[in-house]
């Protein structure tokens, strides 16, 4: 849907035209087809469970209107996404509160009926102190230290959930148990299993306790694909290495090396760039976590240990529901050349408006060129190695340290796109410096008369789309269409 909307003569420019440069365009029918997939892996394994938008991935009113329509639930961690799921209709049934609480937000929140991810001993105290004798909050554990070597600073140790547990005892009727919750940000389905079974072990615990969990909350983590093709990436992170040991053309700004160590004629480390070569969707992730067996269970699986358990099963993704469902566009002001010969493609964009975290972002922009002048570009020069240059008057205000390539050099006015930015790239690092206002943010929908871009805050979802068949037959549908797209339709 976004490569139809992009290839759509003039249609990015004229995008650009009526609402400004530059903008965040975000595609909810991506989102919903995104959706669609995990629950069909879902409803086929185990029907008892529960979905929550992890709300950080992005602040746009569309994905969670849409969220809301197609009826998932709604995971928040702060009083402003508590807010903002609110009024897209979201039940406090509904809503899922993620994350460290302070004073101020567990006082709302003690109010409100909404399920608490508590993060640690402190706020399940506090939780239980501030609540009515009959008040029954439901409360998640997060559990940290399961499954992975690696410290978090989030959810409680194992050392301390016997704690959680006199707690809960002895603050029965204000305080209601649900269950265990983890969240891990790696992709390792080894490390996720570990984490479920420690759960499980854990909701036992519960029962020896008196207590009846049924909820295990898997968190996020799924992942994105970014690319088709893995093995080529991975020839590109080898180019890049050898072009750190000063074998070949350079390939980054300024010596930056992504993280690595370079030392004795080696590099070592790793990057600390995502990992872009996997393509292993998030629906098959999930599918073959459901289906991964437990040996302390007799060789049966996830989902069918937590359905002969009567476990419900939660999720919140987040970039697994955003992926391929934005892109940012920006606009060439000026190329120049620097001291060492680099080209700088200067656009009216900075790097926090597209990176998440500072992380380099090794996804190449596309350039569009602008149509008064593309025919008569000389494209016999052959491939040009620029690197992109955000607005800011600072010298990190690169937007790419990496060298991307094009097929000619960009010229003023053609447009930048900036692909699949609408997990966490948009907003994660998003400021307003040096008084430049925040990117815009539009979405999009295609129509049976092509394309309807209406702002963030306007949009409402249509029908929802309902079966894998129907998803199935509304993308052959798409990629199918041949009538001409018309035009960028305001509300
Ligand atoms: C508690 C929790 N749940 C869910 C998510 C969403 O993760 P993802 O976008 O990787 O699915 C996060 C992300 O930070 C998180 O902290």
Redesign the pocket.
Known sequence: MVRAFLDTPGLAAQTQARFGSPVHLVFPQVYSENLLRLRAVLERRLPAHRICY?H??NQSRAFVRTAERDGIAV?V?SPHELSSALAAGFGPARIEV??PKGETFLRDLVERGSTI?VDNLWELGRIAELAHDHAEIPVLL?VSGIGTQQVSR?GMPLAQVEQAFDLLSAQRGRVSFLGFAF?L?SGDLGERVRAIDACLRLIEQAYDRGFTPSVLDI????RQVFTADAEQFDAYVLALRESLLGRGEPMTWGNNTFGYHVAGGAVHGTPVFHKYANTVPADRMLADLLDAPLERHGGRTVAQVAGDNLLELWL?????LADHAGVTLATVEFVKEVADGSVLVHVDLSRDAVTPADQEVMVDPILLPRADVAAGRDCATGPVGVYFAGRLCLERDLITNHKVWLSARPQPGDVVVFPNTA??HMDLSAAVASMHPLPAKLAVDRTPDGFRVVPDADYEPGLPVESPRALHAATRGADLATGPVRSVEAL
């Open positions: 992890a950080k991935v995971d961690a993620t994350g991810n997060r989030f969240h940000d968190g996020g983590g799924f919140e993704p987040g970039k697994a997990a966490y």
